[in-house]
């Protein structure tokens, strides 16, 4: 028998309509939130060279400490945070931190807040766990914005944990240093722990991403190499932990995953210790992108309108409920115009009028899609 928590394990629609979209040779690929282009040479050079170096055993659970102190470093360099090696553990991608940092804090009929519209999988997490999920309606008219205020009465609730996501998967949004200092305070003032998701930190083009570090040393942060590394596939990741909860992530790790790979560890602390303008340079490539296609979506038309500009991330999310049924228009827009997009309700509820455009993608293949768009809707 196909237990409960498997079995109630939504499927991640937009991997479902990559794997459509993939049929097609000449599709563009607006539905998938991977990076297009590579990781920096030097990084590559450093798992090869690591490989040959026969660095692909087991490591300590908690990761390489060299990687562990490199990333203390980051989050000193960026954030002016002061973080032991001893709370940071690394991880096979920031997934499998986002499910540690639930089994460590859920039980069986405890409570997890988060955001609608949210990243897909996060439901799927506080499940494992046999907790349940609260979710607290950000408004598209205001940009999806996450208000204090909003996050009041679901806290009352005196939930165990509320799951932030900022740059925000698939809003966009960003909250600002004072926003998160009164949500991550409120939370407190519950005794919810809050776990944040900061993936997309880095890519933020207007309101500067701050990390929930700078405000407590208490909460459980998840970040990696995936989005502005372009390392998706290499499953690299770290989860930062209160001290108090070093010891039973640790004992987690060693049980659930064992280790990251040894030598994308090292890739990993290459990637951070070699300060160069890759980020700089990632930030500005997505936010020409953003500009491109918000100002696309702005001249579409047909009540399409995006209503706010996404911050961060490369996501944004368009309101295609005068054309329909977002899951119809998903298909049409495939089939029609070889345009792949993700229906909103993957991401929640408040999504479902709508879809979620990916600029991961090059100039080319967006003013591609932008055309396509365009010829399409003029007979729509
Ligand atoms: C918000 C968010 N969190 C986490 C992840 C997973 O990232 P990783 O590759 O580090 O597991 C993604 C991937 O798309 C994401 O969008």
Known sequence: MVSDRADETTPFLAMEVFRRASERADAVHLEVGEPDFEPPGYVVDAAVDALRRGDTGYTAAAGKLGLREAIADYYDRTYGVDVSPERILVTPGS??????ACLATLDPGDE???????????????????????TVELDATEGFALRPDRFAA??????????????????????????????????ETRGTTVVADE???????DVEARSVLEFTDEAFVTDGFSKRYAMTGWR????????????????????????????????????????????????????????????????????????????????????VSELGDAFDVADRLLDEAGVATTPGVDFGPAAADYLRLSYATSMDRLREADRRISVWLADV
Do not use: K
């Not at 997934?95 to 540690?100: A, E, Q, R, V």
């Not at 939930?159 to 998160?180: I, K």
């Not at 993936?199 to 083009?205: E, N, V």
């Open 154 to 187: 679901a806290l009352e609730r005196d939930p165990e944990v509320l799951l932030l996501n900022s740059p925000a998967n698939p809003t966009g949004a960003v909250m600002d240093g004072d926003t998160l200092r009164e949500v991550v305070e409120l939370a």
């Open 95 to 100: 997934s499998p931190g986002l499910l540690l």
């Open 112 to 134: 997890a807040v988060l955001t609608d519209p949210h990243y897909a999988c996060y439901p799927n997490f506080v499940r494992q766990t046999g907790a349940t999920v609260r």
């Open 236 to 319: 690299l990741g770290w989860v930062v932990v209160p001290e108090s909860y070093a010891d039973v992530v640790n004992r987690l790790v060693q049980n659930l995953f064992i280790c990251a790979p040894s030598f994308v560890q090292e890739a990993g602390r290459v990637a951070l210790e070699r300060e160069d303008d890759h980020l700089d340079r990632v930030r500005e490539t997505y936010r020409e992108r953003r500009d491109l296609l918000v100002d696309a979506v702005a001249d579409w038309g047909h009540g399409l309108d995006l209503g706010y500009t996404p911050g961060g991330a490369y996501y944004l999310l368009v309101d």
């Open 199 to 205: 993936i997309y930190h880095g890519l933020d083009y």
